[in-house]
């Protein structure tokens, strides 16, 4: 038999066995006390029990347990690391007793601002357990938009406590917040090409990127057949290498393509840290293609891609044409194929007509033609015909304009999420944010500076120059044309056709003073209507 101080000593060592459980953000209540200290007795009493025991017993399951329970909250949040876009954070509290947590929980920001001497502390937001936004038990949601500023921001949930619970805080989360995307370049090549109908042709994707944050692209690659909108697969990223990494994103094998030309191309999602990018088109031939006509695909028509893209045209300006057997072979133009300062109309068989005149090509292949278009275009719905050696192409019906301006903005000069102008300084450094496009000589404007830039169908000059010629003079724009850097108009020094260039049109501004500013609006009217672009600039005063 036991003595009831044995039994004493027990009932209170077995008082103690329930404890918090540090499970991250599981919040299941423990069986009451009361169960475990019932089951405890019976154990005991097999063997035996005097009353004096059992009073003791009773007196301590009787005994109220007034103290709260010590709280344990935690912070987590996604995406981590971010540039600037909305963060999720999940914070709660472990519970223990029969009730969960009640009342709020605070989740607070310190950062060191940059030129700051001191740390900035701010409120994010509240978290009300129970709300719409607290769907578990002790725990919540809070979505967060914006930052105080970039930087390593350090997180902590600070707990009000409740009857049950007392106040506690978590310990300090990193959430790094950077100022902007890394850009990223995607290629993209071919196992075999050409290649025959029902062969397997692996296509490959790869991406340079510079590692940020010690952290590597996520995402997917889409890869499609242009020719057709098909998308051909897609693929999760997979990274490998260090220090400017060359990532293989993507790899997918076909058997699918159909004899002829297919224009393939692979598309980067981007994520949290990375931008998107697009490849080049990659021209991939099939033997067993029929010799039939060239034909244009649905939608297969727009200025050129850099220039804005846009799906009606202008005389004078540039197009690229998408189909399937658009030319036996691949090419650009070349100076043999020039008639004096007169582009070519034709090359090596394939040949363009807008509105029924020749247009002048300065690149082909089976499944992609450039084109730009001739001066004398009447405004209006006109057809475009392809012809080769096998026959003309149905004919494809756009919208002609009087001008239909974009200036250069290529996809690889989106940084963080804004398209920015290629503006070049006079000794060829871009205008960007320095270090924005790892390759890229770049630095920022400043006011005074002279920098260019460069678009196309713009319209007319004096003295008049028409389509397919090579520039031999300074000219003058027709219609007036202004440039504006946020809301402040710029100088323009010259405005016409570039020099010894076929259809580029150049703009010498000198940049006014402004704010300064990694991402000022540039913008611009012709003809007293704004232009169909608005894109982005760097200046420091």
Not at 155 to 163: C, F, W
Not at 292 to 306: F, R, S
Not at 404 to 420: M, R
Not at 506 to 529: E, I, K, M, R, W
Request: glycine residues 10%.
């Amino acid at each position: 038999m036991k003595s009831s101080m044995s039994l004493l000593a027990f009932c209170l060592e077995v008082v103690a066995v329930p404890r918090a459980s540090e499970y991250p953000l599981q919040f299941t209540p423990h069986r009451g006390y009361l169960d475990l200290m019932v089951g405890a007795y019976k154990n005991f009493q097999t063997g035996g029990g005097s009353s004096v025991a059992i009073l003791i017993l009773l007196l301590i399951l009787a005994a109220p347990a007034s103290a709260q329970v010590t709280s344990v909250v935690k912070v987590l949040s996604t995406p981590n690391p971010v540039v600037k876009s909305p963060v999720t954070f999940t914070a709660g509290v472990n519970w223990t007793a029969v009730a969960a947590p009640t009342d709020t929980i605070t989740i607070s920001d310190t950062v060191t601002c940059a030129a700051a001497s001191t740390p900035t502390e701010a409120s994010l937001g509240t978290i009300t357990l129970g709300s719409a936004t607290s769907a578990t038990p002790g725990a919540g949601t809070l979505v967060v938009a914006t930052f105080p500023c970039v930087g390593n921001n350090l997180i902590v949930a600070t707990y009000s406590g409740d009857p049950n619970y007392s106040p506690g805080a978590s310990q300090p989360l990193l959430e790094t917040v950077l100022e902007q995307f890394t850009a990223t370049n995607a290629t993209l090549s071919s196992s075999q090409n050409p290649s025959a109908v029902g062969q397997s042709v692996s296509f490959t994707a790869q991406l340079q990127f510079s590692l940020t944050n010690k952290t590597y692209p996520t995402g997917t690659v889409t890869f499609k057949d242009t020719s057709t909108g098909n998308v051909l697969g897609t693929a999760d990223v997979q990274t490998s290498g260090g220090g400017l990494q060359t990532v293989t994103i993507a790899s997918i094998t076909t058997t699918s393509l159909a004899g002829g030309s297919h224009a393939v191309q692979a598309t980067y999602s981007g994520n949290n840290l990375y931008a998107p990018s697009t490849s080049q088109i990659l021209n991939q031939v099939l033997s067993g293609a029929s010799s039939g006509p060239p034909a244009i695909q649905k939608d297969g028509l727009v200025t050129a891609n850099q220039f804005g893209k846009f799906t009606s045209i202008a005389p004078g300006t540039w197009i690229e044409i998408y189909g399937s057997n658009l030319a036996a072979n691949t090419r650009p133009w070349a100076g043999a194929d020039f008639h004096g300062v007169n582009a070519p109309v034709s090359l090596d068989g394939t040949s363009v007509t807008i509105g029924g005149q020749p247009a002048f090509l300065d690149y082909i292949s089976p499944g992609q033609v450039n084109a730009q278009v001739p001066s004398n275009v009447a405004p209006g719905s006109q057809q475009v015909i392809v012809t080769t050696a096998a026959g003309a192409s149905t004919a494809y019906t756009v919208t002609v304009n009087q001008t239909q301006p974009g200036l250069l903005a290529p996809s690889s000069f989106a940084v963080g999420g804004k398209p920015y102008v290629a503006a070049l300084f006079p000794d060829r450094a871009y205008v960007l944010p320095p270090g924005a496009i790892s390759g890229i000589n770049s630095r920022r404007a400043k006011p005074g500076d002279i920098i260019s830039v460069y678009g196309i169908g713009f319209g007319t000059v004096t003295p008049d120059i028409p389509a397919g010629q090579i520039v031999q003079q300074r000219n003058t724009l027709s219609a007036s044309m202004q440039v504006s850097f946020g809301d402040t108009l710029a100088e323009l020094t010259y405005s016409g056709l570039a020099p010894q260039y076929v259809g580029l049109y150049q703009f010498n501004v000198v940049v006014p003073h402004v704010a300064a500013s990694d991402a000022v609006p540039l913008t611009f009217t012709l003809g007293g209507v704004s232009g169909p672009q608005t894109l982005y600039i760097a200046v420091e005063n």
